[in-house]
């Protein structure tokens, strides 16, 4: 019963923050929407191995340290946001502020990607040889390869 629980707030705190990384990292504009789904099915796949309780401890600890500092970055790109918005509903346009403002949204948008692949790397770093095959063979598959 512990470890099912255990299980459960690690999947949960999982996909809070995937979707946290995903909102956050999406492309500028309405269109960034369909990266949900996206994210939502890999971190199922990721989630559908069966991780021991050591490696559920040690993945809260990693996905804890990470959000973190993620905290930080996600106003920073609310605000990145609001300024290319800001920047593309100015009348008269302005191309260099338009340059400014996407090239200020696009450093905070490679250091939340980084710091997202840093986190999948130490999580898989966790994973058995057998698992990460499995996770291989899995997105294979969700890709049609």
Do not use: C
Not at 86 to 91: E, H, K, R, S
């Amino acid at each position: 019963m512990k470890s099912r629980n255990a299980l459960t707030v690690t999947f949960a705190a999982l996909i809070v923050l995937a979707l946290a990384f995903s909102a956050d990292a999406k492309p500028f504009g309405p269109a960034g929407n369909r990266e949900h789904g996206g994210a939502l099915a890999a971190l199922q796949t990721f989630l559908s191995l069966k991780l021991t309780p050591a490696q559920q401890e040690q993945m809260r600890s990693i996905i804890a340290k990470y959000q973190d500092q993620g905290k930080d970055l996600r106003p920073k790109m609310q605000e990145a946001r609001r300024s290319i918005w800001g920047v593309l509903n100015a009348t008269p346009f302005n191309e260099e502020n338009a340059r400014n403002a996407f090239r200020n949204a696009s450093a905070v948008r490679e250091e939340m990607f980084i710091l997202r692949g840093k986190m999948m790397a130490e999580l898989k770093s966790e994973l058995t040889p057998d698992q990460v095959s499995e996770l291989k063979e899995r997105r294979a598959q969700r890709w049609g390869r």
